[in-house]
């Protein structure tokens, strides 16, 4: 079993609605991130989070909006999103992140999205 | 610009075989590269890390080659089983985890 947990497993919101993605790791990582991933690609690196301070946002839709209260706690929150945002969204960890060693990455199982 | 490349066909192969998957990289310098198992629907497993530094990676059935050369990494399932099916990624690093597009495992019974 993955020791990062996100929430909810599966969102079915309107192109009107405000909704967040939850994810949670107890691994003591200093690393988080959020990839997005369409059917048969690979996962797309969408924001890094290094000791709870954003590093890398890969010119991502102001839309999404990412947010880190805690080390252990990284949110995804959604507004206004369009039917080609529906996708697996991935949560993922790792102990460190720098220019050269991003390490191994823990992910969770993902928050299956549909916009209606 | 910078490309990962995995073997785009599907691959099947036989119980008990070797599967052997690809991995080819260009405009790349990267410190490391990684192996990760996806099953469908779920979220990627780690299975392996090999530096710039190493020929060669072994865990339990699962060996890696990385060719800093050949800008290549071979992925090698000695003595395949069903369970083993799966789709395999590859994933540079270059400042964040960029991943190929990953090659889907059959193996039949």
């Known amino acids: 079993d993955t020791e990062v947990t996100q929430t909810p497993k599966h969102l079915v919101m309107g192109m009107t609605n405000k909704k967040s993605l939850k994810c949670e790791q107890h691994?003591?990582?200093?690393?988080m991130y959020w990839y997005k991933q369409k059917a048969k690609k690979p996962p797309e690196l969408m924001f890094v989070?290094?000791?709870?301070?954003?590093?890398i946002n890969e010119s991502v839709p102001s839309r999404f909006s990412p947010e880190c209260p805690n080390s252990s706690l990284l949110n995804l929150h959604l507004h206004a999103l369009q039917p080609e945002d529906s996708a697996l969204y991935l949560c993922?960890?790792?102990?460190?992140?720098?220019?050269?060693?991003?390490?191994?990455?823990?992910f969770g199982e993902g928050s299956r999205l549909t916009v209606l | 610009s910078q490309k990962i490349e995995q073997n785009s066909e599907a691959l099947n192969i036989q119980e008990g075989k070797t599967a052997t998957l690809t991995c080819n990289y260009t405009?790349?310098?990267?410190?490391?590269l990684q192996w990760y198992r996806q099953d469908p629907g779920r979220g990627p497993v780690f299975l392996l890390l090999?530096?710039?530094?190493?020929k060669e990676k072994r865990k339990e059935r699962l060996k890696v080659t990385f060719d800093t050369t050949l800008k290549q990494s071979l992925f090698h399932i000695t003595a395949s089983q069903p369970a083993d099916s799966a789709t395999y990624l590859c994933?540079?690093?270059?400042?964040?985890?960029?991943f190929g597009q990953g090659t889907t495992l059959q193996v039949k019974p």
């Open positions: 993922a960890s790792s102990h460190r992140d720098n220019l050269r060693n991003t390490g191994e990455l823990f």
């Open positions: 691994m003591g990582h200093r690393a």
């Open positions: 989070y290094s000791y709870e301070k954003l590093s």
């Open positions: 405009n790349y310098s990267p410190a490391y």
């Open positions: 090999i530096r710039e530094n190493e």
């Open positions: 994933a540079l690093n270059k400042g964040k985890l960029i």
